[in-house]
């Protein structure tokens, strides 16, 4: 069992950067793939970015290529997402989400575990 917390959001302008943190509980982190996944209001959630277990691979959405940069630390059991050059379409909840293998997915009904979310909001 993982349980997984978002921190970081906030509202920044447009250009400039926030950093996004998910710390989580359970000794069995590095044996998870990790996500982030957004949902801005009145659209689907939509992947970001993925990061296998051991964090050696890494893949990013077309939208972020770029401007994010996921990352973990498997000692200290967070994963974070480096956000840069920030625009209003980035404006969503963003959730930090576990799955219980070692590569990540981009559909979010392959993860298992999820973060409550937290709100970025990006003015022009």
């Known amino acids: 069992q993982v349980q997984l917390a978002e921190l970081g959001g906030g509202l920044v302008q447009a250009g400039g950067s926030l950093r996004l943190s998910c710390a989580a509980s359970g000794r069995t982190f590095s044996s998870y793939a990790m996500g982030w996944f957004r949902q801005a209001p009145g659209k689907e959630r939509e992947f970001v970015a993925g990061i296998s277990a051991s964090g050696s691979n890494v893949y990013h959405a077309d939208s972020v290529k770029g401007r994010f940069t996921i990352s973990r630390d498997n000692v200290k059991n967070t994963m974070s997402l480096q956000m840069n050059s920030l625009k209003p379409e980035d404006t969503a909840v963003y959730y930090c989400?576990?799955?219980?293998?070692?590569?990540?997915?981009?559909?979010?009904?392959?993860?298992?575990?999820w973060g409550q979310g937290t709100q970025v909001t990006v003015s022009s």
């Open positions: 989400a576990g799955r219980s293998k070692p590569y990540y997915n981009t559909r979010s009904s392959e993860y298992d575990y």
